[in-house]
């Protein structure tokens, strides 16, 4: 059997996931997360096989989520299902140790093919992703940089970004100006946008 942990802050997108796996007789859903830092916990307790995982979640991100099982060495592996389709979240994804990718509107057939195929050491990528993701242009950020852009983004003031992330607000202040400068943007607001957009952040 295929162990399987889902981590989704969807409710619903959730209980369809899980109804759908459990239909399939190789598989075993052993427990959801609806955040990040609760799905990190439970792959911890239950060692699945294989963590399904969306992207954007509370507390940590699914990207984030990956990064530190693969940090930790953990066994376990990650396949984003996500209607981020943006080539620069791909670039992060796979950077972070994401065995697979795929989109939320793909078949469901696809979604057991790739739990399968990464279970088995395979990758399983969208292929209209696959080829996009080499075509675009390069992530310019560093990872602060990202961290505070993403802050400024939800419209925190550089002293609660400062606070939140343990640096100097002057030092904040830097960050975001490097990122507003390498992205060639007007303003925080606009280098935001255009760092989600390109699917950086």
């Not at 852009?149 to 992330?165: K, P, Y």
């Not at 640096?167 to 992205?183: D, H, Q």
Request: charged share 25%.
């Amino acid at each position: 059997m295929i162990r399987i942990l889902i981590a989704e802050d969807q409710k619903m997108v959730l209980g369809a996931l899980s109804a759908l796996l459990r239909l399939e007789p190789d598989f075993d859903v052993v427990g959801s997360a609806g955040n990040g830092r609760d799905a990190l916990a439970l792959c911890t307790e239950l060692a699945p096989d294989i963590v399904l995982t969306d992207i954007e979640m509370p507390h940590m991100t699914g990207l984030e989520l990956a990064a530190r099982l693969r940090e930790s060495k953990s066994p376990s592996r990650v396949i984003v299902v996500t209607t981020f389709g943006r080539s620069g979240y791909l670039r992060r994804a796979l950077e972070a140790g994401v065995r697979g990718y795929l989109l939320k509107d793909a078949p469901a057939d696809a979604l057991a093919e790739a739990i399968r195929s990464v279970h088995g050491g395979g990758r399983a990528i969208a292929p209209e992703l696959a080829l996009e993701s080499w075509s675009g242009g390069s992530d310019p950020l560093t990872e602060r940089e990202r961290q505070v852009l993403r802050l400024a983004g939800e419209g925190r003031s550089s002293a609660d970004i400062a606070r939140q992330v343990h640096l100097s607000e002057g030092t904040v202040r830097n960050y975001l100006s490097e990122a507003i400068s390498k992205l060639g943007a007007g303003n925080r607001v606009e280098a935001y946008r255009m760092a989600r957009d390109a699917g950086w952040l």
